[in-house]
């Protein structure tokens, strides 16, 4: 059984994979195999619990790939706050 988070990004993903890694029966990551393609994007572990934003656009592959063998959590923040977060961020490298 896995655990995917899914999130807009700015909404306390990483927080959440930190502190999935106290539970004992199950690793946890952030943004783990974000530099991968095709079958190995999606190629996690058993057990495993992955937050990344990015997996809002895999939800389909998902799907295929674990079926019933998933959960999915989406974390919300408030609106407001994730926007402004977004732009605090705006001249970092990976947002230009």
């Not at 899914?6 to 990483?14: I, V």
């Not at 029966?25 to 937050?51: C, F, K, M, W």
Request: proline share 3%; glycine share 8%; charged share 25%.
């Amino acid at each position: 059984m896995n655990v995917f988070i899914l999130t807009t990004g700015r909404s306390g993903s990483l927080t959440f994979a930190e502190a999935c890694r106290h539970i004992s029966n199950y690793t946890s990551s952030h943004e783990s195999r974000v530099g991968l393609v095709g079958d190995e994007r999606l190629a996690y572990p058993d057990q495993h619990i992955e937050a990344d934003p990015r997996l809002a656009w895999f939800i389909g592959r998902l799907e295929t790939a674990f079926g019933d063998d998933a959960y999915y959590v989406h974390l919300l923040r408030d609106e407001e706050a994730t926007a402004a977060s977004w732009v605090k961020r705006w001249n970092k490298p990976g947002m230009r």
